[in-house]
């Protein structure tokens, strides 16, 4: 079992919907959360990272840690096209060390006009 | 600032070969992650550098090696070639590799035959 699972999609919704993109770990010494955005033939860009549990916003993009159920969330309003691209969750090892972090597969999302 | 840069962007060799990576970190960062990433496994950790020094190492075989110079500048070296070792492969640099944002390069692509 992968320490961090994360549907691969792909997801495929409407400009405007609501997306909801989701992570499972298993590793409880995760304790920071990161979420990054790929765009095809580009490296990843951190999107947000948090380490609370509860909901972190910035703009159109909202993500939730539920530390007790291990599931990471990350929700995108009014989606636009220019979101389509892969979703990656992150975790660092051991908490703290961001120099080695753990992806999930990556959820592939278009956002068709 | 300059983000980080990768060469070569692409590259094809054969099976039995080796070959040499190469990354160039955000002025300023010490730390250096690569990882590999393919379609069916996902993003990978490689391992790791921080002033000269690998901190961090994945479950990779020892085909797979690196170094960092004392410019920060980093390589990884891959010998004996398989065909499953065709992937892109990113390197990130952060400022110390601690509770900071990791930046990617676009990757360096590789195929090999």
């Known amino acids: 079992q992968k320490e961090v699972e994360q549907d691969p999609g792909p997801l495929s919704v409407p400009e405007g919907a609501i997306v909801s993109l989701n992570c499972t770990y298993s590793?409880?010494?995760?304790?920071?959360f990161m979420w990054y955005r790929q765009y095809s033939r580009k490296g990843p860009e951190l999107l947000m990272y948090?380490?609370?549990?509860g909901n972190k916003e910035d703009g159109r993009f909202t993500a939730q840690v539920d530390k007790s159920s291990k599931y990471i969330s990350l929700f995108i309003r009014d989606s636009q096209p220019s979101d389509s691209a892969t979703y990656l969750c992150?975790?660092?090892?051991?908490?703290?060390?961001?120099?080695?972090?753990?992806f999930g597969q990556g959820t592939i999302l278009t956002v068709h006009p | 600032k300059a983000g980080v840069t990768q060469t070569p962007r692409y590259l094809i060799k054969t099976r039995g070969q080796q070959v040499t990576l190469s990354c160039s970190p955000i002025?300023?960062?010490?730390?250096v992650s690569w990882y590999q990433q393919t379609p069916g496994q996902g993003l990978q950790f490689l391992f790791e550098?921080?002033?000269?020094?690998?901190?961090n190492k994945g479950n990779f075989p020892g085909r797979f090696s690196g170094r960092q110079f004392s410019n920060s500048r980093s390589e990884m070296n891959v010998s004996t070639l398989e065909l499953g070792d065709s992937a892109l492969y990113l390197c990130?640099?952060?400022?110390?590799?601690?509770?900071?944002?990791?930046?990617f390069g676009p990757g360096t692509r590789l195929l090999v035959l």
């Open positions: 550098y921080f002033s000269e020094t690998q901190r």
């Open positions: 002025s300023g960062h010490r730390s």
């Open positions: 990130a640099s952060s400022l110390e590799g601690v509770r900071e944002t990791q930046y």
């Open positions: 992150a975790m660092p090892a051991g908490g703290t060390s961001y120099g080695k972090l753990t």
């Open positions: 948090t380490y609370s549990s």
């Open positions: 590793n409880s010494a995760f304790q920071y």
